[in-house]
T-cell receptor, first 112, second 110 residues
Framework: DTGVSQNPRHKITKRGQNVTFRCDPI?????LYWYRQTLGQGPEFLTY????????KSRLLSDRFSAERPKGSFSTLEIQRTEQGDSAMYLC??????????FGSGTRLTVV | QQQVKQSPQSLIVQKGGISIINCAYE??????FPWYQQFPGKGPALLIA?????SEKKEGRFTISFNKSAKQFSLHIMDSQPGDSATYFC?????????FGKGTRLSVIA
């Protein structure tokens, strides 16, 4: 197992376009988290899954954001009608219940 | 409302010195306090973590000190090395996803 994998690593998109990111967690981990990190800030929680159930969503997660984790394996995060304020690093992490999170290297989104 | 307050924002330490980063929290339901290290272009990596039933935990050159009554915890890096130069985040959780501090950028100079 090579850890948490995120794709793509970088994404540049025009304002108004839709983007989708993928996260492949560590296979034994049943929880998967999405965080957003902007320059000079700590990661901010967006949403998390336990197996295939989405258990919590942050108020930061506007209606333009949607996340899925079909069959409790990989997850996708989609942003519709992107805005310049969506530019950030999107981090995925996985854990077994509440134990230490393992983060991926993130997807850096730039909206132009 | 920032649930975990971290200081300082940046820190410069001489090689071989001790680096100290502090965090304070408000939510008494928090019961898990990890520290993460992040290098540019990488995701945060778990460094060390503590639960409130102990006041100190040491792993190699890294030590967490925890003060439950003051709702504060700190990271000490002994014998700091240039390779320790990174951004460090404290975090906290209690049956909720981790909430992170804003980070401390550590520079260890020779």
């Amino acid at each position: 197992d090579t850890g948490v994998s995120q794709n793509p690593r970088h994404k540049i998109t025009k304002r108004g376009q839709n983007v989708t990111f993928r996260c492949d967690p560590i296979s034994e981990h049943n929880r998967l988290y999405w965080y957003r990190q902007t320059l000079g800030q700590g990661p901010e929680f967006l949403t998390y899954f336990q197996n295939e159930a989405q258990l919590e969503k942050s108020r930061l997660l506007s209606d333009r954001f949607s996340a899925e984790r079909p069959k409790g394996s990989f997850s996708t995060l989609e942003i519709q009608r992107t805005e310049q304020g969506d530019s950030a690093m999107y981090l995925c992490a996985s854990s077994f219940l509440e134990s230490g999170y393992t983060f991926g290297s993130g997807t850096r989104l730039t909206v132009v | 409302q920032q649930q975990v307050k971290q200081s300082p924002q940046s820190l410069i330490v001489q090689k071989g010195g001790i680096s100290i980063i502090n965090c304070a929290y408000e939510n008494t339901a928090f019961d898990y306090f990890p520290w993460y290290q992040q290098f540019p272009g990488k995701g945060p990596a778990l460094l060390i973590a503590i639960r409130p039933d102990v006041s100190e935990k040491k792993e190699g050159r890294f030590t967490i000190s925890f003060n439950k009554s003051a709702k504060q915890f700190s990271l000490h890096i002994m014998d700091s090395q240039p390779g320790d130069s990174a951004t460090y985040f404290c975090a906290a959780a209690g049956n909720t996803p981790l909430v992170f501090g804003k980070g401390t950028r550590l520079s260890v100079i020779a």
